[in-house]
C-alpha cells in the first residue's frame, strides 16, 4: 500500500489560512487522495478527496502538484473548531483507507 | 438523525468477558466498515461488509473478534474472551455505493470506547 508522510503537529492563528502538506511520493496513477479530520473524541470527517486537478468544496480545497508524490489541503480561515488531526489517505480502487498518524492541527486565538 | 449511531458509547469490561458493538449505518447504504483506533493512532481496517456479505475480515486480530450484518442494515461486531490489548476505539463507517472505484467517502460514527479491566 503507498503511504502518506504528513508532519505530526502544526499550529495556526485564527483567522488565518492553513496550509497542511502531504508526501506522498510512491503514489501509482490510480490512487486518489483522501483527507479526513478527526475532532476530539469524535469519529473522522470526510474534508476532500481528488485524482489529479485541484479540488474545491465548502470545508476546504485540495492542491495537488503536478507529479502527483505531493498534495496540500488549505482550510482558507481557520476557526478554533477545525483544531482537529488531520488524515492524508492514498485509496485505490480497493475499499480500505489506509490511515497514518495524521497531523494534529492547533488553532491559536 | 441522519449519521451513522454506534452503541454503546463506552463499555467497561472485566478480561475474559464478551462484549456486543452495534452500529447503525446510514439507512441505504450499502458498505458497512469496522475501524479500531489505539490512543495516538489512526485507525485499522478491521473488517468490510457489502450488504449482508462480509467480503473482507482480513484485518480481524484473532478468532475471538466476530462480526455480521445479517439483515443488511445493522451490524454488531462481538470480541469473545476479551484481553486487556483489545482496549481501544472501535469505530463504524458507512457509504453509499459499493467500495470499488466510485470513491465515495465513508461517514464514521463517533465510536465505541472500549476499557477491558
Known amino acids: 500500500d503507498a503511504k502518506t508522510t504528513q508532519p505530526n503537529s502544526m499550529e495556526s492563528n485564527e483567522e488565518e489560512p492553513v496550509h497542511l502538506p502531504c508526501n506522498h511520493s510512491t503514489i501509482s496513477g490510480t490512487d486518489y487522495i483522501h483527507w479526513y479530520r478527526q475532532l476530539p473524541s469524535q469519529g473522522p470527517e470526510y474534508v476532500i478527496h481528488?485524482?489529479?486537478?485541484?479540488v474545491n468544496n465548502r470545508m476546504a480545497s485540495l492542491a495537488i502538484a503536478e507529479d502527483r508524490k505531493s498534495s496540500t489541503l488549505i482550510l482558507h480561515r481557520a476557526t478554533l473548531r477545525d483544531a482537529a488531526v488531520y488524515y492524508c489517505i492514498l485509496r485505490d480502487s480497493n475499499y480500505q483507507l489506509i490511515w497514518g498518524a495524521g497531523t494534529k492541527l492547533i488553532i491559536k486565538p | 438523525g441522519a449519521g451513522v449511531s454506534q452503541s454503546p458509547r463506552y463499555k467497561v469490561a472485566k478480561r475474559g468477558q464478551d462484549v456486543a458493538l452495534r452500529c447503525d449505518p446510514i439507512?441505504?447504504?450499502?458498505?458497512l466498515f469496522w475501524y479500531q483506533q489505539a490512543l495516538g493512532q489512526g485507525p485499522e481496517f478491521l473488517t468490510y461488509?457489502?450488504?449482508?456479505?462480509?467480503?473482507?475480515k482480513s484485518g480481524l486480530p484473532s478468532d475471538r473478534f466476530f462480526a455480521e450484518r445479517p439483515e443488511g442494515s445493522v451490524s454488531t461486531l462481538k470480541i469473545q474472551r476479551t484481553q486487556q490489548e483489545d482496549s481501544a476505539v472501535y469505530l463504524c463507517a458507512s457509504s453509499a455505493l459499493t467500495g470499488g472505484v466510485d470513491n465515495q467517502p465513508q461517514h464514521f460514527g463517533d465510536g465505541t470506547r472500549l476499557s477491558i479491566l
Open positions: 439507512s441505504g447504504h450499502v458498505s
Open positions: 461488509f457489502q450488504n449482508e456479505a462480509q467480503l473482507d
Open positions: 481528488g485524482l489529479t486537478s485541484n
